[in-house]
């Protein structure tokens, strides 16, 4: 009956009533996910001045809960809704702990966003998280960070984890022609319908990858504004 309530919201995400059922669900079972969602259900009709103490008995319940099966949601950030993370920033280096800390309370099994704006992890941290399971329901990737560089383009392009991943947003991020080209090439990155690499180092041959990539053929957006780009680059675009 579970799994039957979590497809069903999964199909129509926006249908408060099928939260409901589902949280009602997860409650009976003795599962936290049930009580964070009836709180969630209880904020879309809370009146303004109600809302900071259901948010704070949220935040509080999430806290709680990591103490008792002893685990830390360090260095992130979750903008939750119906109890489930919706986006999470990336705030420090032990960002990696928390994520699963998340993935071992069942919390990251709907699409959601991750950010990193600040430093992306070293070659060795990046291959621990594109190698990790956390990323596999994420909808939305959005790094900020120069360090990374073709050679994070390309562990993040053969990630196994990342095939549903639908944008990618990589701005300033240091990537030249090779990474350009190995996003043309992956497989993994299907799915993606918005690429932006805004501010990055892609020449002619990395745009014209990119322009002719029989991978990415559901994308619909594409951006490679400054990025020095010349005439053989544009007329491929």
Same mark, same amino acid.
């Given at each position: 009956?579970?799994?039957?309530?979590?497809?069903?919201?999964?199909?129509?995400?926006?249908?408060?009533?099928?939260?409901?059922?589902?949280?009602?669900?997860?409650?009976?079972?003795?599962?936290?996910?049930?009580?964070?969602?009836?709180?969630?259900?209880?904020?879309?009709?809370?009146?303004?001045?109600?809302? !900071?103490?259901?948010?704070?008995?949220?935040?509080?319940?999430?806290? +709680?809960? +990591?103490?008792?099966?002893?685990?830390?949601?360090?260095?992130?950030?979750?903008?939750?809704?119906?109890?489930?993370?919706?986006?999470?920033?990336?705030?420090?280096? $032990?960002?990696?702990?928390?994520?699963?800390?998340?993935?071992?309370?069942?919390?990251?099994?709907? !699409?959601?966003?991750?950010?990193?704006?600040?430093?992306?992890?070293?070659?060795?941290?990046?291959?621990?998280?594109?190698?990790?399971?956390?990323?596999?329901?994420?909808?939305?990737?959005?790094?900020?960070?120069?360090?990374?560089?073709?050679?994070?383009?390309?562990?993040?392009?053969?990630?196994?984890?990342?095939?549903?991943?639908?944008?990618?947003?990589?701005?300033?991020?240091?990537? $030249?022609?090779?990474?350009?080209?190995?996003?043309?090439?992956?497989?993994?990155?299907?799915?993606?319908?918005?690429?932006?690499?805004?501010?990055?180092?892609?020449?002619?041959?990395?745009?014209?990858?990119?322009?002719?990539?029989?991978?990415?053929?559901?994308?619909?957006?594409?951006?490679?504004?400054?990025?020095?780009?010349?005439?053989?680059?544009?007329?491929?675009?």
């Amino acid at each position: 009956a579970i799994q039957d309530a979590e497809q069903r919201v999964a199909d129509d995400p926006d249908n408060l009533e099928l939260w409901s059922v589902f949280g009602d669900s997860l409650q009976e079972s003795g599962d936290l996910r049930g009580d964070l969602i009836a709180l969630d259900v209880a904020l879309e009709s809370a009146e303004a001045p109600d809302k !900071p103490a259901i948010e704070e008995r949220r935040d509080e319940l999430i806290r +709680c809960h +990591c103490e008792e099966i002893g685990v830390d949601l360090i260095d992130i950030d979750c903008e939750l809704r119906f109890g489930y993370p919706r986006v999470v920033r990336v705030l420090g280096s $032990g960002y990696l702990d928390g994520l699963q800390s998340l993935a071992e309370m069942s919390l990251l099994i709907f !699409p959601y966003s991750l950010i990193f704006h600040g430093p992306f992890p070293d070659a060795n941290g990046a291959r621990e998280l594109v190698n990790s399971g956390v990323l596999e329901n994420v909808s939305s990737l959005d790094i900020g960070c120069d360090e990374l560089g073709d050679e994070g383009v390309r562990l993040l392009a053969s990630s196994r984890y990342l095939g549903n991943l639908n944008v990618l947003e990589l701005v300033a991020c240091g990537v $030249g022609d090779e990474g350009a080209m190995a996003l043309a090439a992956s497989e993994t990155l299907a799915k993606l319908t918005v690429l932006n690499l805004v501010g990055n180092r892609i020449g002619d041959k990395g745009a014209v990858s990119l322009a002719s990539s029989e991978t990415l053929v559901n994308l619909r957006e594409l951006s490679l504004r400054e990025n020095p780009i010349g005439v053989r680059g544009i007329r491929a675009l």
